[in-house]
């Protein structure tokens, strides 16, 4: 089974800043097939990166996603107030696992 | 606009059973394969099976198999999720997805259905 681990676990930002995550997994992720998933409170998560690098329909432009093998980032390049959320990794190359989360909180 | 409506959470004791239900609209059903995912009480996601859009192909996480059987019925755009010999491992939300276009990540999703295993 590929681990995929997120860091950090918890990161505090003001709106207007820069927030890099990180997800890494515990061996190669084939084809690159990373996700990157939304969550707000009493939501469903939301899908916002495939392919580790694709914007899904709809997301804005100010979320990205790089990354390649074994380590992934997500990008929110100024924060937005409803961008105060958890991000969930999912790799899809062999079976289908998630991160753990990173939460997003208002500085 | 697409849509997945899950259905059939419940409280139920350990050893029981329970049947989801997930009702897709908007998009064409029987064109997309679909999955189930759960969410414990910890915020973890778990993916927990699939189903081809033909039903030809089928799979499931290795703590529910021979415990959870997946199916769907595309003349009624519903899928379903029989669990029996519940645990209490078991308990969790579990959401309704649909596979996206360019490969098994999941690009829409339900407001999920909650089950709770206990005596």
């Known amino acids: 089974e590929i681990v995929l681990t997120q860091s950090p676990g918890t990161l505090s930002l003001s709106p207007g800043e820069r927030a890099t995550l990180s997800c890494r997994a515990s061996q190669t992720v084939s084809s690159n097939y990373l996700a990157w998933y939304q969550q707000t409170p009493g939501q469903a998560p939301r899908l916002l990166i495939y392919?580790?690098?694709f914007r899904a329909t709809g997301i804005p432009d100010r979320f990205s996603g790089s990354g390649s093998g074994t380590d992934f980032t997500l990008t929110i390049s100024r924060l937005e107030p409803e961008d105060f959320a958890v991000y969930y990794c999912?790799?899809?190359?062999?079976?289908?696992?998630f991160g753990p989360g990173t939460r997003v909180d208002i500085k | 606009e697409a849509q997945l409506v899950e259905s059939g959470g419940a409280v139920v004791q350990p050893g029981g059973s329970l049947r989801l239900s997930c009702a897709a609209s908007g998009f064409a059903f029987d064109e997309y394969t679909m999955q189930w995912v759960r969410q414990t009480p910890e915020k973890r996601l778990e993916w927990v099976s699939l189903i081809s859009w033909d039903a030809a192909n089928t799979n499931y996480v290795d703590s529910v198999r021979g415990r959870f059987t997946i199916s769907r019925d595309n003349v009624k755009n519903s899928l379903f999720l029989q669990m029996d010999s519940l645990t209490t491992e078991d308990t969790a939300l579990y959401y309704c997805?649909?596979?996206?276009?360019?490969?098994?990540?999941?690009?829409?999703w339900g407001r999920g259905t909650l089950v709770t295993v206990s005596s």
């Open positions: 999912q790799q899809y190359g062999r079976s289908f696992t």
């Open positions: 392919g580790a690098t």
């Open positions: 997805a649909r596979v996206g276009n360019f490969g098994h990540y999941f690009d829409l």
